[in-house]
């Protein structure tokens, strides 16, 4: 069954764990006047998370489905969720739109620009565009202004059965999850770019309250903090030419 835990005001954390990955697949919804959930979610989870969110409130009411990037476990259920909600739209980044979701998708999207704004009623989300942080061109995160939260997908990846929120140490969570990720069959994941440090530090200057992570715990606190140790791990881990060589 999955956990519902509100994360910050208005923010709520709907996880479901996947015990064969040792791994929590994080859906965020926001109430708002339009709803917005972050992360439609696999197909195969549709049922679990439609029925958690009823909890809260009629899922045919969710105006924005919105996620970072192009991927079964962020957008397989998108059409699912269109079926049911007739005022829903998808938002994502504008490559995302152009590239494959408006093909995928039984509705067109809504393409969203660097620092453009989708307002939900008293909630106001920033879309901050982050090509192969973590990784795909399309990716995009959504920061919400009102109460700084800032909805960062994949980013700070780490496994296990863990606490909806904490104020330890995320960064290394995600350092010892992305060490195991290279050390396996799903290695190479997570690029280094020339953009990487770049992107990483703009997201830092957002200056976040709470990092809502799709895979493991959210975290409250030094948001801008966690930003630069991660960029660090990502440049120490990834950086170098021999890509990951350093990780072994």
Same mark, same amino acid.
């Given at each position: /069954?999955?956990?519902?835990? =509100?994360?910050?005001?208005?923010?709520?954390? @709907?996880? !479901?764990?996947?015990?064969?990955? &040792?791994?929590?697949?994080?859906?965020?919804?926001?109430?708002?006047?339009?709803?917005?959930?972050?992360?439609?979610?696999?197909?195969? /989870?549709?049922?679990?998370?439609?029925?958690? !969110?009823?909890?809260?409130?009629?899922?045919?009411? @969710? $105006?924005? @489905?919105?996620?970072? +990037?192009?991927?079964?476990? =962020?957008?397989? *259920?998108? &059409?699912?969720?269109?079926?049911?909600?007739?005022?829903?739209?998808?938002?994502?980044?504008? %490559?995302?739109? /152009?590239?494959? %979701?408006?093909?995928?998708? @039984?509705?067109?999207?809504?393409?969203?620009?660097?620092? =453009?704004?989708?307002?939900?009623?008293?909630?106001?989300?920033?879309?901050?565009?982050?090509?192969?942080?973590? +990784?795909?061109?399309?990716?995009? %995160?959504?920061?919400?202004?009102? $109460?700084?939260?800032?909805?960062?997908?994949?980013?700070?990846?780490?496994?296990?059965?863990?606490?909806?929120?904490?104020?330890?140490?995320?960064?290394?969570?995600?350092? *010892?999850?992305?060490?195991?990720?290279? &050390?396996?069959?799903?290695?190479?994941?997570?690029?280094?770019?020339?953009?990487? *440090?770049? !992107?990483?530090?703009?997201?830092?200057?957002?200056?976040? +309250?709470?990092? *809502?992570?799709?895979?493991?715990?959210?975290?409250?606190?030094?948001?801008?903090?966690?930003?630069?140790? /991660?960029?660090?791990?990502?440049?120490?881990?990834?950086? &170098?030419?021999?890509?990951?060589?350093?990780?072994?």
């Amino acid at each position: /069954m999955p956990k519902v835990d =509100e994360i910050a005001p208005d923010v709520f954390r @709907i996880s !479901i764990l996947e015990p064969q990955f &040792n791994l929590q697949f994080n859906h965020f919804l926001i109430r708002d006047e339009e709803p917005l959930l972050f992360h439609a979610g696999y197909k195969r /989870m549709f049922p679990e998370l439609r029925e958690a !969110i009823r909890r809260l409130l009629k899922p045919e009411s @969710i $105006r924005w @489905i919105s996620f970072s +990037h192009f991927e079964s476990d =962020e957008c397989g *259920a998108l &059409n699912h969720w269109l079926e049911i909600a007739p005022k829903a739209q998808a938002a994502c980044s504008f %490559v995302g739109a /152009m590239v494959s %979701v408006n093909d995928f998708a @039984i509705r067109p999207a809504r393409g969203l620009t660097q620092d =453009e704004v989708l307002a939900t009623g008293k909630y106001r989300f920033r879309f901050c565009s982050t090509a192969h942080i973590p +990784h795909g061109w399309d990716g995009g %995160v959504l920061f919400e202004e009102t $109460r700084r939260t800032l909805f960062c997908s994949d980013l700070f990846f780490h496994t296990g059965d863990v606490e909806p929120l904490t104020e330890s140490d995320i960064v290394g969570r995600a350092r *010892a999850s992305l060490l195991e990720l290279e &050390n396996g069959p799903l290695a190479g994941s997570v690029p280094y770019t020339p953009q990487t *440090a770049g !992107i990483m530090a703009r997201l830092g200057s957002l200056k976040p +309250h709470t990092l *809502a992570t799709m895979h493991g715990s959210s975290f409250v606190g030094d948001g801008e903090r966690a930003f630069q140790d /991660m960029a660090g791990s990502l440049k120490e881990l990834l950086g &170098n030419p021999a890509g990951s060589a350093s990780v072994a």
